[in-house]
């Protein structure tokens, strides 16, 4: 093995590990994937918690998804592999079912095309934006047709009644890009019907010119929070009736 590999696979289990224990995935729920440079992957196991991975015991696939090595691989394959798909430079995808961002996919009235407003820069930073997906069960193949239609539009998709699933460079980004995700929804569900002050559409344009955001984050984001429609921004109503 590889020592590149060795280390990625070190990676994946300490993030893991950093994951569950700050409850952002509970039990065996949530998994972790990096793209390879042979084309190949590294994923965690079918019903294994992210708090207790063996580095030895993750799957190794190769480029086709056929399993080389380890257990048997997480059911959600095809999430990933869309992701994978559709997303140039995306290299590590990690899917959870962390609370907040659940509770948000359920909500009524929720923008498919762009489900949080830009509370906070790092959420724009570091997510850009959110789709939300109709339901389909765990590991539907289906799941990946919806994905594609995206049209690799977004790094970041919430699944309805499930959970996040989101693309990153690397390991580091795509997680620290779930948990943002995952603040910016818990946000969201503290300051309903607090008529809350996001970004407005000259704070967003900064920043899509200073930090060189993908254009289609300030196309959506053009009006800021206050005229995107989300339940809870000011001039919106609460989102959740209390």
């Known amino acids: 093995m590889a020592a590149n590999e060795t280390l990625l696979r ?6 893991g590990r950093s994951l ?26 079918t019903n294994a918690s992210l708090g207790f991975l063996d580095p030895a015991r993750l799957s190794r696939l190769d ?3 056929r399993l080389l090595s380890g257990d048997a691989p997480t059911k959600e394959i095809p999430l990933h592999t869309a992701l994978y798909d559709t997303r140039d430079g995306a290299r590590a995808v990690v899917h959870l079912h962390s609370t907040h961002s659940v509770a948000i996919s359920m909500l009524p009235g929720v923008d498919p095309r762009d489900v949080l407003p830009p509370l906070t820069p790092y959420y724009l930073m570091r997510v850009g934006r959110t789709a939300l997906l109709p339901y389909h069960r765990p590991g539907d193949p289906a799941v990946a047709d919806a994905i594609r239609g995206l049209a690799g539009k977004y790094s970041s998709v919430l699944l309805s009644n499930h959970g996040p699933v989101v693309a990153g460079a690397d390991l580091e980004a795509a997680v620290f890009a779930t948990e943002e995700l995952e603040e ?12 809350p002050r996001g970004l407005d559409a000259a704070q967003v344009r ?4 200073v930090f060189k955001l993908e254009d289609s984050v300030g196309q959506l984001h053009a009006h800021g929070s206050c005229e995107a429609g989300h339940a809870g921004c000011a001039g919106h109503g609460p989102a959740v009736k209390d």
């Open 10 to 15: 070190e990676a994946i289990c300490r993030y």
């Open 20 to 45: 569950f224990e700050r409850g952002l995935t509970p039990g065996s729920s949530g998994n972790i994937s990096y793209r390879l440079e042979d084309g190949g992957w590294l994923v965690t196991p």
């Open 63 to 65: 480029a086709q998804g």
């Open 184 to 195: 910016t929804a818990k946000l969201f569900l503290l300051l309903r019907g607090m008529n």
């Open 206 to 209: 900064d920043l899509v010119s």
